[in-house]
């Protein structure tokens, strides 16, 4: 038995999603049945690969709703029908700070999300440290995990590391840190969506939200 759990990277796999969908003529993409798709994988993590936990990485962008109106509301929405498939969300936040603009001499907010990366690295020491998989896998192309997985290789020799990296989010960099890698393709997210409705275990309906 290969106990294989897969930490998400939700932002890296949401703009991820979004570029399928426009690669796709506009098809929805974004109501990604996130445990069906992981699921599909197992094969290629190797035989005897059996579904463990799934970490969803993401955080709130509460600022975003002054000019996006329901942008906070969708993603909670979404939340709801993660954690109703078993998946478990690990928020990180925002943080404020002002850039200065060279050109227009002037200081403009900025917000940046936090915590993500480092979430994502310390989960992954931890689930190794705890003996909870024999393999884990990153759903992500960000390279701020490079350290983290040179780390974690290094400590447990025995487990496996894996990437999987979104739709157009590829890197060599951290390819070349493990011994497998896989890359999802933009049918892939196609055919793992949540129905419309997604009726939760406590009867209530979520429907897609429009433009998803």
């Known amino acids: 038995m290969n106990r294989t759990s897969f930490l998400v990277d939700g932002f890296n796999v949401y703009h991820s999603a ?10 929805s993409t974004k109501w990604l049945n996130l445990r069906s798709l992981l699921y599909s994988f197992l094969p290629v993590i190797g035989a005897g690969a059996t579904l463990g936990k799934i970490y969803y990485f993401s955080a709130l962008a509460s600022h975003l709703d002054a000019y996006r109106p329901g942008v906070t509301a969708r993603h909670r929405l979404y939340l709801e029908c993660l954690q109703a498939t078993d998946v478990i969300p690990v928020l990180g ?29 310390v989960r ?12 884990v896998v990153l759903v992500t192309g960000d390279t701020d995990l490079a350290p983290a997985v040179r780390t974690a290789a290094g400590l447990f020799p025995s487990k496996q590391i894996c990437f999987a990296f979104p739709y157009k989010r590829k890197n060599k960099e951290l390819a070349q840190l493990v011994s497998k890698h896989f890359q999802i393709r933009k049918e892939r997210y196609l055919a793992h ?19 998803w």
């Open 193 to 211: 969506q949540f129905p419309d409705p997604v009726v939760l275990p406590n009867g209530k309906r979520v429907s897609k939200p429009t433009g």
């Open 93 to 121: 936040r925002f943080k404020y700070k002002t850039v200065h603009c060279r050109t227009c001499n002037r200081d403009n907010p900025h917000y940046e999300e936090k915590e993500t990366d480092v979430a994502m690295s």
């Open 18 to 27: 979004k570029a399928a969908s426009t690669d796709l003529g506009g098809r």
């Open 124 to 135: 992954l020491i931890e689930i190794l440290l705890k003996d909870e998989a024999d393999t």
